[in-house]
């Protein structure tokens, strides 16, 4: 017998429950491989594949920027959604690549979809921002305020890349993500969220250069100080630790337990973190839903990739538990639990 959900303040009677309605994803068509890696820095196919499960990822093209890719996989979803753009009542873009500083991002994706109706803001919480997102629009949508949420995740990670690192260039890519997000009768939809952040390592993940703290210059330019710095164990371990607390807390908020999920969808940012989650919840493999194989880590774009990869292919199913949880730079980390 399937286990039914906590009741919450959000089931409340002046409260609305809230469902993805459409998802959408778009990658780039070029391919660079882990061979093709290997021919700019010193690493080989096997180095790379062991150590993070990557086996190639997804490059924009020069003129292709964070708010093209996210147009892209904003109109996939609102064709799912069955949804006119004017219906669109805010637009949250999730983003630690964009376009420029300001305007928002959002605001580029609301002139090419033609969302007139919508409000635009930006996210920056690094790779834990689609599931910022999706708590924010809830919010939005509970409270009446706004009716018809879109959330995008989108980057343009290898514009930040420094390709001399061989420690970080061969775990970016590109790509965007987007949902749709409405009040649909009595559906569960969301049913917890658990979202945090801990500002004491913001210095294991981060990009120094390009706030009014390190602007750009030539110098800064020649330091690489415009492209993403990792201190990869202490990330490793962190993100574990976060990952499976977010995991945990989600359940508990639900009143689930981990038997009850059909799928989980984790950041993919790197096998061995997904295997160290899932050997710590005590499932199978094969009930984590993983494509960083073929795109490897989009930060905010990942999971957002993912649910609509899972959706599409049938991978869940109306009534399914999926739990997505992530992990990102600031620190910051969060969970979500849907009924699909």
């Known amino acids: 017998m399937k286990r039914q959900p906590h009741s ?6 002046l409260r609305r429950t809230v469902s993805i309605i459409g998802t959408g994803s778009y990658v780039p068509k070029k391919v660079l491989t882990n061979e093709d890696l290997s021919r ?14 990557i086996k190639e990822r997804r490059i924009a093209a020069k003129d292709e920027q964070t708010s093209d890719m996210a147009t892209k996989a904003a109109l996939k979803a609102i064709e799912q959604a069955e949804i006119s753009p004017t219906e669109i009542d805010l637009i949250l873009v999730a983003t630690a690549t964009p376009d420029m500083l300001f305007p928002a991002t959002a ?30 629009a809830q919010q939005f949508i509970t409270s009446h305020t706004h009716d018809t949420v879109l959330v995008i995740g989108a980057e343009k990670l290898t514009s930040i890349t420094n390709w001399t690192d061989r420690n970080t260039c061969v775990l970016f890519g590109d790509g965007a993500g987007a949902a749709v997000l409405r009040h649909r009768g009595s559906a569960h939809g969301v049913i917890s969220t ?10 294991i993940l981060f ?8 602007p750009i210059t030539r110098e800064n330019v020649d330091l690489n100080l415009q492209t993403i710095h990792m201190t990869g164990k202490e990330v490793y371990k962190q993100a ?19 038997e009850d999920i ?7 940012a790197n096998v061995r973190i997904i295997e160290a989650i899932a050997d710590r919840l005590g499932i199978s493999r094969e009930k984590m839903f993983v494509n960083l194989d073929r795109y490897g880590n989009t930060s905010a774009a ?16 109306p009534g399914d538990y999926i739990l997505m949880v992530v992990f990102g730079g600031g620190l910051t980390w969060a969970s979500t639990i849907i009924e699909w």
């Open 8 to 13: 919450s303040p959000r089931s409340a009677e």
């Open 40 to 53: 700019i820095v010193d690493t080989s196919d096997e180095w790379i594949t062991t150590r993070t499960g």
């Open 107 to 136: 605001c580029f994706v609301q002139k090419k979809i033609g969302a007139t109706k919508a409000a635009c803001l930006d996210i920056s919480a690094a790779c834990a921002g689609f599931l910022f997102g999706l708590e924010i």
């Open 194 to 203: 658990h979202i945090g952040s801990d500002g004491k390592y913001s210095d």
């Open 207 to 214: 990009m120094p250069g390009g706030g009014s703290r390190c």
């Open 240 to 258: 574990v630790t976060a990952m499976l607390r977010a995991a945990k807390k989600a359940l508990d908020q639900a009143g689930l337990a981990i």
């Open 262 to 268: 059909a799928c989980i969808i984790p950041h993919q």
């Open 302 to 317: 990942a999971v957002a990739i993912a649910l609509d990869e899972a959706n599409r292919s049938g991978r869940i199913k």
